[in-house]
Structure formats: structure tokens, C-alpha cells
């Protein structure tokens, strides 16, 4: 995604079973592919790593997860987070920065429109997330950088510290 996140350092690798075919417009799963992918971004220290898979789940039904080594949603956040219009951070925190840089934030309603996506295209969607446990609060910031955080030293201690995975499912083809 280097024309989509100029300047960033993390790594997105692709795995999952081949061959997997889903029914949904092309256009509406590039949407939706992309807002999870730009969150992931968002959520993601340099040196971190971004892996979107897919695989067969419970004998049926497609699965894509986008899994991220990022800071993660806590517990109150994750309850609210489909809702639109919810800051997980108080907005004084959120900056002016662009889509893709590590917090930039938004005003929430990319997930809301995920949701509403899914209602109407017979798709569920999920988020399961571990935050940080060197920044267990909203207010607690991450360095932006594995190299920069005094509490790791590599992605994989980062990728034990916390991150979050979204995960879609769709009817057979």
C-alpha cells in the first residue's frame, strides 16, 4: 500500500487459501477492504505489520480477516465502535493528520458504514482486539513507533503487547 501510505513502515503481507470466491459487488468489497486496511494503518506503529487472509471457515463460509499489530480497541471502545460517531480517543487527541498515518483518527463512520454495508449485502462482520498492555487506557498514547516504544523491542514483542483483527464472513458462491 505504498501509494496509499507514503512515508509509513509497515508491512503488508497477504495469506489464506487460494481460490476463495465471495458474491459481492467488486466495487463495495474494494470499499470495505480498504476502510479496514486504512484503520488498521491508522491503529498501526511503524515497524509494525498489517496481514489480511482468508480461508474457509466452519465448512461454508468465506472468512477475510485484516489483523494488525497495532494498539488495539479497548473493551468500552470495542461495545461503541459500530456506532458512528464515536471517538475512542477524547477529540483534543485526534490531530489533523492524513488517512493512513498512525492516528489520524476519524469521526467513526467508516465502521458504521461497514455495518450498514453488511446489512445490505449479507455479509457479518466482527472485531475481536487486545489493547495495548503498556497503554491499557484511550487516553495512554503509543509512540507511533516499535522503535521509538520503551516497553518492546522487536514487531514480535509489539504483536504480543496487543492489536486487533476484523473479520468478515460470506455465504458461499
Same mark, same amino acid.
Given at each position: 500500500?505504498?501509494?496509499? =501510505?507514503?512515508?509509513? =513502515?509497515?508491512?503488508?503481507?497477504?495469506?489464506?487459501?487460494?481460490?476463495?470466491?465471495?458474491? *459481492?459487488?467488486?466495487?463495495?468489497? @474494494?470499499?470495505?477492504?480498504?476502510?479496514?486496511?486504512?484503520?488498521?494503518?491508522?491503529?498501526?506503529? %511503524?515497524?509494525?505489520?498489517? *496481514?489480511?487472509?482468508?480461508?474457509?471457515? %466452519?465448512?461454508?463460509?468465506?472468512? #477475510? %480477516? &485484516?489483523?494488525?499489530?497495532? +494498539?488495539? #480497541? +479497548?473493551?468500552?471502545?470495542?461495545?461503541? &465502535?459500530?456506532?458512528?460517531?464515536?471517538?475512542?480517543?477524547?477529540? %483534543?487527541? /485526534? !490531530? !489533523?493528520?492524513?488517512?493512513?498515518?498512525?492516528? =489520524?483518527?476519524?469521526?467513526?463512520?467508516?465502521?458504521?458504514?461497514?455495518? #450498514?454495508?453488511?446489512?445490505? /449485502?449479507?455479509?457479518? &462482520?466482527?472485531?475481536?482486539?487486545?489493547?495495548?498492555?503498556? &497503554?491499557?487506557?484511550?487516553? @495512554?498514547?503509543?509512540?507511533?513507533?516499535?522503535?521509538?516504544?520503551?516497553?518492546?523491542?522487536?514487531?514480535?514483542?509489539?504483536?504480543? =503487547?496487543?492489536?486487533?483483527?476484523?473479520?468478515?464472513?460470506?455465504?458461499? /458462491?
Amino acid at each position: 500500500m505504498p501509494v496509499l =501510505a507514503p512515508g509509513r =513502515a509497515v508491512a503488508v503481507r497477504k495469506a489464506g487459501e487460494g481460490g476463495l470466491t465471495v458474491w *459481492i459487488d467488486p466495487g463495495v468489497l @474494494d470499499k470495505i477492504l480498504v476502510a479496514l486496511v486504512k484503520n488498521a494503518f491508522e491503529a498501526t506503529p %511503524d515497524g509494525g505489520e498489517i *496481514i489480511v487472509s482468508s480461508r474457509l471457515a %466452519d465448512g461454508r463460509r468465506v472468512q #477475510i %480477516d &485484516i489483523r494488525d499489530t497495532g +494498539t488495539g #480497541i +479497548t473493551l468500552e471502545s470495542q461495545r461503541q &465502535i459500530f456506532g458512528g460517531f464515536y471517538h475512542a480517543k477524547e477529540t %483534543d487527541l /485526534y !490531530t !489533523t493528520k492524513k488517512p493512513f498515518d498512525f492516528g =489520524a483518527g476519524g469521526k467513526g463512520l467508516d465502521l458504521l458504514r461497514l455495518k #450498514i454495508l453488511s446489512k445490505a /449485502y449479507g455479509f457479518e &462482520i466482527g472485531c475481536d482486539s487486545t489493547r495495548c498492555r503498556f &497503554i491499557p487506557r484511550e487516553s @495512554d498514547l503509543c509512540p507511533g513507533a516499535i522503535a521509538l516504544c520503551p516497553h518492546v523491542e522487536s514487531l514480535e514483542q509489539c504483536a504480543l =503487547a496487543g492489536g486487533t483483527v476484523f473479520s468478515l464472513f460470506f455465504q458461499p /458462491y
